[in-house]
């Protein structure tokens, strides 16, 4: 983010608005409409003192010797400066505009191009109705009855997303005034009563996927931003963190190889004590928290201890690591069977029947064996796979800093620490690596 966007009250305020012409007129009609006090210039002004008082100052004479000048003399003035089409010249940028009173929405571009600010608010334009300034409206004239019956912060919260996710806003934005006050009173009652009663909160278990946030569920974003709490591992992408919502408190429990934050058992822990403190809380984990994400131990600490919980699965590592690297793990000519294993156990890597599961027909996705590819390798071809079969590892996988190695399984793990690869990864071994030079998509993305 290379700007703060910030909503400012200019409501009687001194601003000048220096040029003449359409985008002069568009801007000073902006302004008024925001309440300024707007002084329009259609001469270069010659002195800085011309700028005394003033809050903003808008240039837009069309000429950009004029512009600048009149840009230098606002600056020496001390006044936040804005110069039409000249963004090296700007303290702040006008974004594009989407107006449902009291609700505004802002579309900045950063001065990159203000055309493709206003194409995104032409789309928002048609999916946000009217009747989000009524609903804005009807919240404002009832918060200090709320905060009045509702004194705990979580309760408000959630009263509200109640009150915007039910008929209360279903009826303020279709204008039925009457109808929307009485639900709303209904409601509030059946929260005041509740709050009397110490509540118990709620653990999400949600999948993250492996990196990209497009690849989240509309689920798992919903759930995101309602939690008060979230505990997230070191596989969670920062854009995923960032996605969460903003006043949630955040603990991270993220492991490495034999460097645990904290232990599997006292993270079961904290999630019973933070949902007995009444707090909706998020457990947000790489990939699907059910395929190696030890998903599947928190919850039974939670059944256990009569905790309530749901569960949003992910996509998971290898489903999106061979995906993003052109690598389908099934295939009617290479792979009608695909299986999914751990190359490492609580005490280091863990023996496996690699002979009956790296076979013809089958792909074998390798999960955590970066670590010990070595000994995999070396055990794969030990137990009579043909050296020649081809392999690969997908680091970083969906992510912008993807690399993809590929080899067969006698040389994976040298070409691995070649190219000094350092995880997280999948390793995929089976006939379908070989279709990765015609299928990779994402080649133009790979870091």
């Not at 700007?3 to 009609?29: C, H, M, N, S, Y």
């Not at 409409?33 to 837009?60: D, M, Q, Y």
């Not at 000249?86 to 449902?100: A, G, K, N, T, Y």
Request: glycine fraction near 10%.
């Amino acid at each position: 983010m290379d700007t703060l966007p910030i909503f400012l009250d200019i409501r009687g305020k001194r601003v000048l608005v220096v040029g003449q012409g359409i985008a002069a007129a568009r801007r000073a009609e902006t302004l008024a409409k925001a309440g300024a006090n707007v002084t329009a210039l259609s001469r270069e002004p010659e002195r800085a003192e011309t700028f005394a008082g003033a809050a903003l100052c808008i240039v837009a004479t069309g000429d950009a010797e004029a512009d600048a000048r009149v840009h230098a003399l606002a600056k020496a003035a001390g006044v936040l400066t804005n110069v039409a089409a000249r963004p090296e010249l700007c303290d702040f940028h006008l974004p594009s505009i989407v107006d449902r009173d009291p609700v505004v929405i802002a579309i900045s571009t950063g001065g990159a191009s203000p055309i493709l600010g206003r194409r995104l608010r032409a789309k928002l334009e048609t999916e946000i109705p009217s009747g989000y300034g009524r609903l804005a409206e009807f919240v404002r004239a009832h918060r200090r009855a709320v905060a009045a019956r509702l004194t705990d912060d979580r309760a408000r919260r959630r009263f509200w997303e109640s009150v915007f996710d039910g008929p209360v806003a279903e009826l303020a934005m279709a204008g039925d005034a009457a109808g929307a006050e009485a639900a709303f009173s209904g409601e509030l009652e059946r929260f005041a009563s509740e709050s009397e009663v110490a509540p118990m909160g709620e653990v999400y278990l949600v999948g993250a996927g492996p990196g990209d946030p497009d690849l989240l569920t509309f689920r798992a974003l919903r759930l995101m931003q309602q939690a008060d709490v979230v505990l997230y591992d070191r596989l969670v992408a920062p854009k995923i963190l960032d996605l969460v919502r903003r006043e949630a408190e955040r603990v991270y429990v993220g492991k490495r190889p034999k460097d645990h934050t904290a232990p599997q058992d006292e993270i079961s822990q904290m999630l019973v004590k933070f949902a007995r403190e009444g707090k909706r809380v998020l457990r947000l984990k790489g990939g699907d928290p059910f395929i190696f994400g030890r998903g599947g131990e928190e919850i039974e600490t939670l059944a256990d201890q009569g905790v309530p919980f749901q569960v949003c699965p992910g996509i998971t590592a290898a489903i999106g690591c061979a995906a993003y690297s052109g690598i389908p793990l099934t295939h009617r000519d290479h792979a009608q069977a695909c299986v999914f294993v751990t190359g490492h156990g609580r005490d280091g890597p863990i023996a496996r029947d690699w002979g009956a599961l790296v076979r013809p027909g089958q792909t074998v996705a390798i999960y955590m064996g970066l670590g010990h590819i070595e000994e995999i390798m070396r055990d794969i071809v030990a137990a009579g796979v043909d050296p020649n079969t081809p392999a690969a590892v997908v680091d970083n996988g969906a992510r912008p800093n993807q690399r993809v190695v590929v080899a067969d399984v006698e040389t994976l793990a040298r070409a691995a620490r070649e190219a000094a690869l350092r995880g997280p990864t999948i390793i995929i071994v089976g006939s379908v690596v070989t279709l990765r030079d015609r299928l990779n998509w994402n080649r133009g993305r790979e870091g």
